[in-house]
């Protein structure tokens, strides 16, 4: 069965850095998402993506962020100058229609 | 903003005991989705709902779409322990930005 797949799992940076998070959406969805969750709390929207650009993004999706492309296959969330406040799981999810395929998640620890 | 509530947050049931989760939007939603999240686990996909007064069932699962599209419930009969996990509602903006419920973390006791 397709799946979602995200690299790494855990993502150990310090504050101040930059962190490029990774997915591989399944292959033949057309949308893309990237969502956080904090621990023991609620699933939150962060950005979609269609057809090559954002189609919709949240409150939380400020400049500090930002989603790519950048081949066929890779769809990325890169975080700069990241924060104690980012440390989060990060879940990538593609669908083709309304179900939504959720990635294992990395886990981002800010220290 | 949108927001999605659901109570209750947490739901201890013996297991063989009935559950149900109540979700409710501030907006009428377009459609809901509802996802099952275990310990340490990834959201998965149960269902969505798109009609008014929508009901549908999965085995022991039963889903409703209130008549003004702004609330929804997940009930369980006769839980297991494999139902263990936290059941999240979620439901669209006008555009293709999901909102999630708070959750309800059910535990079931053996």
């Known amino acids: 069965e397709p799946e979602v797949t995200q690299t790494p799992s855990h993502q150990v940076t310090q504050m101040g850095q930059e962190v490029i998070l990774r997915c591989v959406p399944i292959s033949n969805h057309l949308y893309f998402y990237w969502y956080r969750q904090i621990l023991g709390q609620k699933v939150e929207f962060l950005v979609s993506f269609y057809n090559n650009e954002i189609s919709e993004k949240s409150e939380i999706f400020d400049d500090q962020f930002s989603v790519e492309r950048p081949d066929g296959s890779n769809f990325t969330l890169k975080i700069r100058s990241t924060k104690l406040e980012d440390s989060a799981m990060y879940f990538c999810?593609?669908?083709?229609?309304?179900?939504?395929?959720f990635g294992p998640g990395t886990r981002l620890t800010v220290t | 903003g949108q927001q999605v509530m659901q109570i209750p947050q947490y739901q201890h049931v013996q297991e063989g005991e009935d559950f149900t989760t109540y979700c409710n939007s501030s907006?009428?939603?377009?459609?809901i989705q509802w996802y099952k999240q275990r310990p340490g686990g990834h959201p998965v996909f149960l269902i969505q709902?798109?009609?008014?007064?929508e009901v549908k069932k999965q085995k022991r699962l039963t889903f409703q779409f209130g008549e003004a599209k702004k609330n929804s419930s997940l009930h369980i009969t006769a839980t297991q322990t494999t139902d263990v996990g936290t059941y999240f509602c979620a439901g669209p903006n006008t555009g293709n930005q999901f909102y999630f419920g708070t959750g309800t973390s059910l535990t079931v006791i053996p």
């Open positions: 907006t009428t939603l377009s459609n």
């Open positions: 709902l798109v009609k008014s007064g």
């Open positions: 999810a593609s669908s083709a229609s309304a179900e939504q395929y």
